[in-house]
């Protein structure tokens, strides 16, 4: 019988061996309309740190792995005897398996590192990994987070205009969908609070108010030291002016791979958001509840306001709406758990 092998190309083993220190990797991490492409744009200014664009690299591709192998090997080892000794386990240990998962980052991180020459840290910014902090602590454990904060009622608005324009496939069209869109990635982020590598928590009206402390001690807490001179550069380069963030074509965020004849090009109209505050002063007493019954308690924790107050809505109102999101979460609930069951039965079919 042929027994077959795995090669190692001479390139890959020349990649590895050029690189005296594995490079550091920085997730910017926050809400969806949060600022996050504004302050990624700035940070991506140090000439140690290179910046890509969205990759989706541990919610969309890492963590679905291990979910995967964790779904092998879920139960006792009677449970692995009924269902037959299948799947990944079956050629594979767990450190194994781990050690291969581990060197997939660590490619994309190197192949990262190749599109600005002398970056020593690779800072990723997917709103998505808000949501994937397991997975990136799982597999790389010394991740340095930087968590983006903003009044959810201004990432709501900003939400509701793009599901209305060109973010129409996956943001939601209503206050309250938005609000609770805003708390699911707040409260994801904050669980990176508790990583070895290091969590830095900013705020969005903070960068507005004082960007040049702000950023310094971003900068210093991500381990790249800067001048004073050069952080007020890159504020001025990404100056936020007349209500509209200034991003050109020449800052565009690097591309390369499959989508390399794509590079330079600019985003969607509207993906640059106008950076108000404050907007969500117009919106109708329902709107305020809707609000608030998604997302209301965070945002008194967070600080944003002292009590809710600023609903303002009388109590006929607050039972309409009280009413219709538990009839909302009943329907989500619902449609997960269908999910989850029929993702469940498929793995456990018999051939």
């Not at 050029?18 to 910017?28: E, G, V, Y």
């Not at 001690?217 to 509209?244: D, K, P, Y």
């Not at 950076?275 to 965070?298: I, N, P, V």
């Not at 107050?309 to 219709?324: E, H, P």
Request: proline share 5%; net charge positive.
């Amino acid at each position: 019988m042929h027994t077959p092998h795995v090669a190692i190309r001479a390139d890959d083993r020349q990649l590895r061996s050029s690189t005296m220190d594995s490079p550091k990797l920085i997730l910017l991490i926050g809400a969806p309309r949060s600022g996050t492409t504004w302050l990624q744009a700035i940070l991506s200014g140090h000439p140690a740190i290179v910046s890509p664009q969205e990759t989706d690299l541990f919610s969309r591709f890492i963590g679905p792995l291990g979910e995967s192998w964790d779904w092998q090997v879920r139960g006792t080892a009677e449970d692995w005897q009924r269902r037959r000794f299948k799947g990944l386990p079956s050629v594979l240990t767990e450190t194994q398996f781990n050690a291969i998962v581990a060197r997939v980052i660590e490619e994309v991180i190197l192949h990262t590192c190749a599109l600005k020459p002398g970056a020593s840290a690779v800072l990723e910014k997917s709103p998505a990994h808000s949501l994937a902090i397991s997975p990136v602590l799982r597999f790389t454990p010394n991740t340095t987070f930087v968590h983006l904060l903003r009044d959810g009622r201004d990432v709501a608005c900003s939400l509701v205009a793009a599901g209305q324009s060109w973010g129409a496939g996956w943001a939601p069209t209503n206050v309250g969908e938005a609000a609770a869109m805003w708390a699911t990635h707040v409260r994801g982020a904050q669980t990176a609070a508790r990583a070895s590598g290091g969590y830095i928590e900013v705020r969005y009206e903070a960068l507005r108010r004082d960007g040049v402390n702000e950023l310094r001690r971003v900068f210093s807490g991500i381990g790249c030291e800067i001048e004073v001179a050069h952080v007020t550069e890159l504020l001025n380069t990404h100056a936020i002016q007349r209500g509209e963030t200034q991003l050109s074509r020449r800052d565009a965020l690097p591309i390369s791979g499959h989508f390399a004849a794509y590079a330079g090009r600019p985003e969607p109209k509207g993906f640059v958001g106008e950076a108000k505050t404050g907007s969500w002063a117009a919106w109708s007493a329902a709107e305020r509840l809707a609000f608030h019954h998604a997302a209301g308690d965070l945002l008194v924790q967070l600080g944003y306001e002292s009590d809710r107050s600023w609903v303002k809505a009388n109590l006929v109102l607050r039972i309409r709406v009280a009413a219709r999101g538990i009839v909302a979460r009943a329907l989500r609930s619902m449609a997960s758990r269908a999910n989850r069951l029929a993702r469940r039965v498929a793995p456990v079919a018999k051939p």
